[in-house]
């Protein structure tokens, strides 16, 4: 599958590593894609399956976009690429942005809501945003299976991430889909706890696993 | 210990049955402690160990002062009660608020934070709020362990929350603390992603469980 990745942060260039090793052919969309600093960020990650180019490029051909860009500017940085181009497209959301004082950026409409209502022609996905890069596509290096959630209108495109989720490690069984993109305020706002544990464990590199009743 | 309840819905009776059958002294706070629908709703909990009154009864002789009212109503409520009266007490709060349209009622602030800024002299800890009454009371009908969080300024107020938590079930290593009480935002939060993974679950009567890194 053809993925374009914007973002080149960890998140990024996690997932770009994760997928370029499953086969895809992905591309990293970068605001300064020549940039020296940029450049050498990305010297572990690029090869055979992956490569970076700026951000309309890695969007063209791209049959999967993943938004990996700051949730503070995600809206308009997928805006100055275009609706035209992001038209029919699966989005894989996994942004979460916080404002200058630690708070949530989106409060009340989820940034998946706000994608979704801004693009109505592209099909978005909310998911792997209560994990931290590393464990996004390393599942396995945690005490015991846990779990990661879809939200989206699209069941194709579900179907379509679901797939790339287990290319990442994610087992079938560790995907709960929440259903429609509203349901993506739950995973944003997650982070809030997410940041707690994170700061009572020392460490990002955790998750929770959903712990259903004994004959759920 | 001596336990005062205020609020009278399902999470004050759940609470108020799962300490009373522990042997602490429960007294549950109503508005309206002689309304005839209220005395109906708490006849399967009152007993030996449980009795109603008003609110300023249930705080006056309680150590323990537990917030188990709508968390949009929680602070005059308490104000009501009065900052005297809980000065020096345990509060431990379970409290979360909506508003009409569906988003949090304390989307910045948290409503932990709000009160122990409103009640300078009581020890707020914030607890239990990412559950369901009926998990609160039985953490063992769950297909596994799972975890709950404390948040609060005062250590000692913190020992005492984790001993009634045992009272109720909860394993020692169940319970995570997450620090000060501004970390109560993170469990308060989490009710938008309780809502989702109850959507999809059909059912309330679950958890979640922190899985840490396999080292961890």
Redesign the interface.
């Known amino acids: 599958m053809r993925i374009g990745i914007l973002g080149t942060g960890n998140v990024g260039r996690a997932l770009a590593a994760g997928w370029g090793g499953a086969g895809h052919e992905v591309v990293l969309g970068s605001r300064r894609p020549g940039a020296p600093e940029v450049r050498a960020a990305l010297v572990p990650v690029l090869g055979e399956n992956v490569r970076v180019s700026d951000l309309d490029a890695a969007v063209a051909d791209a049959e999967v976009v993943v938004n990996a860009t700051p949730g503070t500017v995600s809206v308009p940085l997928l805006g100055s690429v275009g609706p035209a181009a992001l038209a029919g497209k699966v989005l894989l959301d996994v942004a979460v942005g916080f404002g200058a004082d630690g708070?949530?950026y989106h409060?009340?409409e989820s940034l998946g809501e706000e994608l979704q209502r801004t693009f109505p022609a592209t099909r978005v996905v909310k998911t792997l945003c209560?994990v931290d890069a590393g464990v996004m596509v390393a599942p396995g290096?945690?005490?015991?299976?846990?779990?990661v959630?879809l939200?989206g209108d699209d069941e194709g495109a579900k179907r379509t991430v679901g797939g790339l989720l287990r290319d990442l490690g994610w087992t079938a069984d560790s995907v709960?889909?929440?259903?429609g993109i509203g349901?993506a305020?739950?995973?944003e706002?997650?982070a809030?706890?997410?940041?707690?544990?994170a700061?009572?464990?020392g460490?990002y590199?955790?998750?929770?696993?959903?712990?259903?009743?004994?004959n759920?």
């Open positions: 708070t949530l409060l009340v209560t290096s945690l005490d015991g299976p846990s779990t959630f939200s709960l889909d929440l259903g349901t305020r739950g995973q706002h997650f809030l706890l997410f940041l707690g544990i700061g009572a464990l460490s590199g955790f998750n929770v696993r959903v712990v259903p009743p004994t759920g």
